[in-house]
T-cell receptor
Framework: EPEVTQTPSHQVTQMGQEVILRCVPISNHLYFYWYRQILGQKVEFLVSFYNNEISEKSEIFDDQFSVERPDGSNFTLKIRSTKLEDSAMYFC???????????FGPGTRLLVL | GENVEQHPSTLSVQEGDSAVIKCTYSDSASNYFPWYKQELGKGPQLIIDIRSNVGEKKDQRIAVTLNKTAKHFSLHITETQPEDSAVYFCAASHEGFKTIFGAGTRLFVKA
């Protein structure tokens, strides 16, 4: 069964450093998403991406965040200058269409020290 | 802003009993309501969803009901099994835009 994959599974970084989280969505999907989940809290929407551009974003997704689909398979989330409060689990998801089921990856646990 | 409230935060049931988790949403434009199960160390996995043009949907031991007037939707799990133990999240969106998640319910099924 096709699945969303994410790398790395864990990332530890120093405050102020840039991180890139990588995702490989399901191959025939057209919509891609990033969510975050701070430990013990709810899953929060960050951004959705379609047709090589951001289709919507939340208030969390400020100028420090960016997304890219650098090739036909990868979908990345970049945090330019990490802050302590960026420590969270980051989930990538994809769907065949906007209102269709979103399939989540296993997540990347980011720890900012 | 839009919000989804979920109750209870923790639910403990005996194996074989039913479990009910309830959510309310604030955005009247919401028309898609998925439920996710999250096991330890994994991403959320869709277990059932419902759209605003139906009031109830069932898939084996799992059912979801939707009351659009009251902006309530609920998850019902019957004949619970230990492997149902997980965190369950409800969510709401309008046509898949900006999915808003509830805070989650940690379900314990005691054998």
């Amino acid at each position: 069964e096709p699945e969303v994959t994410q790398t790395p599974s864990h990332q530890v970084t120093q405050m102020g450093q840039e991180v890139i989280l990588r995702c490989v969505p399901i191959s025939n999907h057209l919509y891609f998403y990033w969510y975050r989940q701070i430990l013990g809290q709810k899953v929060e929407f960050l951004v959705s991406f379609y047709n090589n551009e951001i289709s919507e974003k939340s208030e969390i997704f400020d100028d420090q965040f960016s997304v890219e689909r650098p090739d036909g398979s990868n979908f990345t989330l970049k945090i330019r200058s990490t802050k302590l409060e960026d420590s969270a689990m980051y989930f990538c998801a994809s769907s065949a269409d906007r209102a269709e089921t979103q399939y989540f990856g296993p997540g990347t646990r980011l720890l900012v020290l | 802003g839009e919000n989804v409230e979920q109750h209870p935060s923790t639910l403990s049931v005996q194996e074989g009993d039913s479990a009910v988790i309830k959510c309310t949403y604030s955005d009247s434009a919401s028309n898609y309501f998925p439920w996710y199960k999250q096991e330890l160390g994994k991403g959320p996995q869709l277990i059932i969803d419902i759209r605003s043009n139906v009031g109830e949907k069932k898939d084996q031991r799992i059912a979801v009901t939707l009351n659009k007037t009251a902006k309530h939707f609920s998850l019902h799990i019957t004949e619970t099994q230990p492997e149902d133990s997980a965190v369950y999240f409800c969510a709401a969106s309008h046509e898949g835009f900006k999915t808003i998640f509830g805070a989650g319910t940690r379900l314990f099924v005691k054998a």
